[in-house]
């Protein structure tokens, strides 16, 4: 079955996910591409909800320029690392508290500038300067709201890692350990709220049959899967799927259309253990199922075998 994973992973203290980016393309003989990362962060300024910033990610080439995986932050990473350690030179997030101006950032902005040349593009467009107060280098524009801000990251937030890996169709355990045996070499671990995400192509599952499979299966046998693959209590972003939709798959759909609809206008959220958005169409992004319930781990063979129940589990039995 064709599938990608999102291993999250920790750099051993002083080092970063640069290093274990650097070390995949010297071993492919490839390359390191700078990017941005687009996240969410919770807010403590009355009246505004979140935070969407940038952060510093890394896409591995290999020698003909084709993707190996990607580094990126993970925001639930916070128990392992020391909140009180300064900012790292050279690492920095651009926030911001309207989601359509961070992407406008992030289009404009080169992220291989420094935090003081980051915003002057975007600068540009408004006709206005960047201000500099006490480290952070602010952008408002003519009338003086906020557009984006440019910051250090302290607290050791170059330090998660999470691998994310480009969909493949066989050998997933070989392909991990590919990844991981490397990072294991540089001293990365697995954090306390770590686990892995399996991305698999989203089509399949747009069948009444196997939807209902999917959606009764993750949604009346809990418990019975958190123990049976050894889910991560610690993992902060993990929850039932919307007992309305449960109960919604129960009944006798004569078409997919149809179901996905009423699907559609249930409570259905990404942060399930499974996630179900983008097979249904209410989320944009890449054209998955997500399973977000594996543990986390730092070796291939361990990831491969827990997939590979997780395939059977999905198959639906004859006669359903």
């Not at 900012?87 to 359509?100: A, L, T």
């Not at 289009?107 to 206005?128: C, M, N, Q, W, Y």
Request: glycine content about 8%; overall charge negative.
């Amino acid at each position: 079955m064709r599938a990608g994973f999102e291993v999250e992973l920790l750099a051993p203290a002083g080092a970063s996910r640069l290093d274990l980016a650097r070390e995949l393309a010297a071993r492919a003989g490839g390359s390191v591409r700078r990017r941005f990362h687009v996240d969410t962060e919770g807010s403590t300024t009355p009246g505004v909800r979140a935070f969407w910033h940038l952060t510093p990610a890394f896409d591995v080439l290999d020698a003909a320029g084709g993707p190996v995986c990607s580094l990126v932050d993970d925001t639930t990473i916070v128990a392992d690392l020391d909140a009180t350690a300064p900012p790292r030179p050279g690492w920095y997030r651009v926030v911001s508290d309207d989601p359509r101006l961070l992407r406008l950032v992030e289009r404009h902005a080169d992220p291989a500038e420094g935090i003081g040349s980051v915003l002057d593009p975007v600068a540009g467009l408004f006709g206005t300067r960047v201000r500099e107060v006490r480290g952070v280098h602010r952008l408002d524009d003519a009338a003086g709201a906020s557009i984006a801000l440019a910051a250090p990251l302290p607290g050791e937030r170059e330090r998660p890692c999470e691998v994310v890996t480009p969909p493949w169709a066989d050998d997933h355990a070989r392909r991990l350990e590919e990844l991981l045996g490397p990072a294991r070499d540089l001293g990365f671990t697995v954090p306390a709220e770590a686990a892995v995400h399996v991305n698999l192509d989203a089509a399949p599952f747009r069948d009444v049959r196997a939807f209902r499979h999917v959606v009764t299966t993750f949604g009346e046998r809990r418990a019975e899967l958190a123990q049976r693959f050894g889910t991560n209590p610690r993992c902060t972003r993990l929850a039932p799927l919307p007992p309305d939709l449960v109960e919604l798959v129960r009944a006798d759909w004569e078409d997919w259309a149809s179901l996905r609809a009423a699907a559609a206008r249930t409570a259905v959220t990404k942060f399930s253990d499974v996630n179900l958005t983008r097979v249904l169409g209410v989320r944009p992004g890449p054209d998955v199922l997500e399973v977000r319930t594996l543990p986390g781990a730092v070796d291939g063979d361990s990831i491969g075998a827990r997939f590979a129940q997780l395939v059977d589990l999905l198959r639906p039995p004859p006669g359903t």
